[in-house]
Nanobody, 125 residues
Framework: QVQLVESGGGLVQPGGSLRLSCAASESTLDYDIMGWFRQVPGEAREGLACITKTDGSTRYADSVKGRFTITRDDTKGTVYLQMNSLKREDTAVYYC??????????????????WGQGTQVTVSS
């Protein structure tokens, strides 16, 4: 089974930027729909953004719209999340995942079946 591995997390000051990467264990990303999520301890996992393969259409949560951008490079088997204008409340563990079914992009975590191990993002001065 293909595995997903996130990277790019770290400590950043408020207002700063980070780019997260999600690499598939195979050289190409055949999954139709990929998503990014985050989770704070004790809270539910939050869907942030998703992207389709067929036409590259995207969807964003209101909490990150205009600040985060999801992209994918299927030749490299990688999905990215560019995060700008970071806020303290963006601090969380960030995960990428594959949407198991469907042709349109959704952000409910229950629709995703393959997950990475997560990468910590801390926004602090």
């Amino acid at each position: 089974q293909v595995q997903l591995v996130e990277s790019g997390g770290g400590l950043v000051q408020p207002g700063g930027s980070l780019r997260l990467s999600c690499a598939a264990s195979e050289s190409t990303l055949d999954y139709d729909i990929m998503g990014w999520f985050r989770q704070v301890p004790g809270e539910a996992r939050e869907g942030l953004a998703c992207i389709t393969k067929t036409d590259g259409s995207t969807r964003y949560a209101d909490s990150v719209k205009g600040r985060f951008t999801i992209t994918r490079d299927d030749t490299k088997g990688t999905v990215y999340l560019q995060m700008n204008s970071l806020k303290r409340e963006d601090t969380a563990v960030y995960y990428c995942a594959r949407q198991e079914f469907g042709s349109t992009c959704h952000m409910g975590p229950g629709l995703y079946d393959i997950w990475g191990q997560g990468t910590q993002v801390t926004v602090s001065s």
